[in-house]
């Protein structure tokens, strides 16, 4: 299995439209972790099927992920990869001031031979996400984040760059050149 | 008054309103958008804005942050404490382009912050964006 997990806050969601404008379905497993409130979730996600053909799903906890389906973190839940296939969803005390955390989701991720991992960091306020893209440098992932002079808000990308070894820093354009290349 | 900033006007399903004390820049917005197929709304204050969410608006809003009164964060602050965050967009419209850290527990609710002085077409498309997004 191949896992691409994006983090993403303030100023990323017109990245993320950008980014997936275009893309075909792809041999691997997405999973957007977006800043929002719970019921912003499902337009978003809306927005994003009629960007990509990839399958484009808000989990209600319990999915087993598949190549080919995009999923949408959905608000005020915290989502959890088990065993690096089945989507659980959490409640529990917001991280880093937010839920869903990014840090959450990639610190989920269990290191496996068998399964390629990807993880990127875009525009956000805070530093959301630069635990979790450490952790997923350490298990073999391969990590980027957005320039940050392309960002809105650059703080999130920053700090996940000092936390890590980036493999990347990309701009939206190398982004999406970057994603369609994993077919 | 101008029609579009009458608080007793009837509140449409979705829409744009702009939030900011600069006459200049609510003069400017609502230009650019007037002919667009989406009502604008106008407030002054972080208090209008409310009342307007009180009244039943959905749609973008653009959120000045320095303003006398409530200032925009304390504005989001308050929408949320009413719970009012339903089938909003809410992006920043200021010229402090770096937000205070101790603002993070707010940050779930901003979807974007856009920078004055601002590019019209930019603007505009991103508008258009997120009232898409939003029907």
Redesign the interface.
């Known amino acids: 299995m191949n896992i691409l997990i994006i983090g993403s806050?303030?100023?990323g969601?017109?990245i993320i439209?950008d980014i997936f404008n275009g893309i075909p379905v792809l041999p691997l497993a997405i999973i957007i972790v977006q800043?929002?409130?719970e019921?912003?979730t499902s337009?978003?996600a809306?927005?994003l099927s009629q960007l990509t053909t990839m399958n484009v799903i808000v989990p209600k906890g319990g999915e087993v992920i598949v190549h080919g389906s995009l999923y949408v973190a959905p608000?005020d839940h915290h989502l959890v990869l088990k065993n690096n296939e089945t989507i659980i969803l959490e409640k529990s005390e917001k991280v880093?001031?937010?839920?869903p955390s990014v840090d959450v989701t990639m610190t989920s991720l269990r290191s496996d031979p068998r399964h390629a991992f990807y993880g990127i960091i875009l525009s956000?306020?805070?530093c959301d996400g630069a635990q979790g893209l450490a952790y997923m440098k350490k298990i073999g992932a391969q990590v980027f984040i957005q320039d940050p002079d392309t960002c809105?808000?650059s703080?999130m990308p920053e700090a996940a760059f000092k936390a890590t070894n980036i493999d990347q820093v990309l701009s939206p354009e190398a982004i999406h050149n970057f994603i369609l290349s994993l077919k | 008054m101008d029609p579009i900033s009458d608080p007793e006007r009837s509140h449409p399903v979705s829409g744009l309103m702009v939030v900011d004390d600069d006459e200049d820049i609510l003069f400017t917005v609502h230009s650019l958008f007037k002919k667009r197929p989406f009502p604008v709304l106008l407030a002054h204050s972080g208090q209008e804005c409310l009342n307007y969410l009180e009244k039943g608006f959905k749609g973008v809003i653009l959120m000045d942050i320095m303003m006398p009164g409530l200032d925009g964060w304390e504005t989001i602050q308050e929408i949320v404490n009413r719970d009012l965050m339903h089938d909003l967009i809410i992006s920043m419209f200021t010229a402090k382009d770096v937000p205070d850290t101790s603002l993070d527990h707010l940050k779930e609710y901003v979807f974007d912050y856009i920078t004055k002085p601002f590019e019209p077409e930019n603007l505009i498309a991103l508008v258009n964006d997120y009232i898409t997004m939003l029907e």
């Open positions: 806050s303030t100023g969601p017109r439209f800043h929002m409130p019921s912003t337009r978003f809306k927005r608000g880093n001031f937010v839920r956000g306020m805070g809105t808000i703080s």
